[in-house]
């Protein structure tokens, strides 16, 4: 699959393996997401502006046989 990783040089695209849902874990596969300059800043390392990944959209690829029925919500 791909993914948007973190490097020195900012978000770089690769090919990187699936990852498997441990059983509290819900995988989550992204179709978008908002990034702004701080998002970029904390890709290289710089973490003063809070956390990258904010506001993905996106729908649940796998998750565990355990999770309970009705976690998900769905919106119109």
Excluded: E, W, Y
Excluded at 31 to 60: C, E, F, Y
Aim: one cysteine or more.
């Amino acid at each position: 699959m791909k993914a948007g990783v973190a490097s020195p040089n900012g978000v770089v695209i690769q090919d990187v393996p699936q990852p498997k849902p441990k059983p509290t874990d819900i995988l989550v596969k992204i179709k978008a997401i908002a990034l702004n300059r701080a998002d970029l800043g904390s890709a290289k390392g710089d973490a003063s502006h809070g956390s990258a990944a904010g506001n993905p959209i996106g729908s649940v690829a796998a998750c565990s046989k355990s999770m309970p029925s009705g976690i998900f919500m769905a919106r119109p």
